[in-house]
């Protein structure tokens, strides 16, 4: 097998990382399903995979017009890869691909399902998380995990710098599945009992304020767990105030006073 019949679902830098090795390897998806925040320009934080699929010349659907696009016709699907993807992809969609859909998710699962993994992680003092790349299953972040890697969770670590990791070792991942596909090897599976993790909905540690009752140590674990520029840092409530800590390149020092002498 040359090249893979696919669907690509996603986003992310990961998801522009990911779909960018794919078109160099001349294999372009049947259709492209971006993030419904994909605006088709790039950002500070990642590019566009809607930008991208439209340099390319390739087919980009809303999962509602997918849907429908597959019950109406015979495609020959070898895979779905939803990489970076904040969609969750419906069952009829899923049934529609011979392989399934391949998803990487940041944390070793069963660990940590859900949204904002990482700063959970960081926050409940974790020493190390990782990438989980499975198979989707019929509930969210769980299915066959085709294999795991750790990454250690230093105490300077913030949620921006660990996110940085995962995205680098997770292409590095993607590229190897990948191939492994392409020349129809069989995985290992790894033998992971879901039946006890709780998926988190898309909520930050303590809904992102600081909690000044908690012990010195903890309340930099949330800060660092929180810290992930440009997103919005962690804040904390004064009186009816509400101030933010964020990295000193971001403030504009012109609009403070000097200290009066």
């Known amino acids: ?69 597959l019950n109406n016709n015979n495609f020959n699907i070898d895979v779905i890869f939803s990489i970076g993807s904040s969609q969750i992809l419906p069952l009829n969609i899923l049934d529609k691909s011979k392989l399934g859909a391949l998803n990487i998710h940041p944390s070793l699962l069963p660990k940590y399902r859900g949204r904002y993994s990482i700063p959970h992680a960081i926050f409940n003092g974790e020493r190390y998380t990782g990438i989980s790349t499975h198979w989707i299953g019929k509930k969210i972040d769980t299915g066959k995990v085709i294999s795991q890697i750790k990454i250690k969770i230093h105490d300077h670590d913030t949620a921006e710098t660990i996110y940085k990791k995962f995205t680098l070792v997770s292409f590095n991942e993607f590229k190897k599945i990948y191939l492994k596909i392409l020349k129809k090897e069989k995985f290992k599976y790894k033998n992971i009992n879901f039946s006890s993790s709780k998926y988190k909905k898309k909520e930050l540690p303590n809904k992102g304020t600081i909690n000044w009752g908690w012990k010195g140590k903890k309340i930099l674990k949330y800060i660092r767990s929180m810290l992930h520029e440009p997103f919005p840092p962690p804040q904390f409530d004064i009186g009816s105030k509400t101030y933010y800590i964020v990295n000193k390149s971001y403030l504009n020092k012109k609009k403070f006073l000097k200290s009066p002498k």
């Open 1 to 69: 097998m040359n090249k893979l019949n696919y669907i690509f679902v996603g986003g992310k830098q990961l998801g522009y990382y990911c779909l960018n090795y794919l078109i160099k390897k001349k294999n372009k998806p049947i259709y492209l399903v971006p993030n419904l925040d994909d605006t088709g320009k790039d950002n500070v934080f990642n590019k566009s995979l809607k930008k991208l699929g439209i340099k390319n010349k390739i087919k980009i659907v809303s999962l509602k017009k997918l849907s429908k696009l």
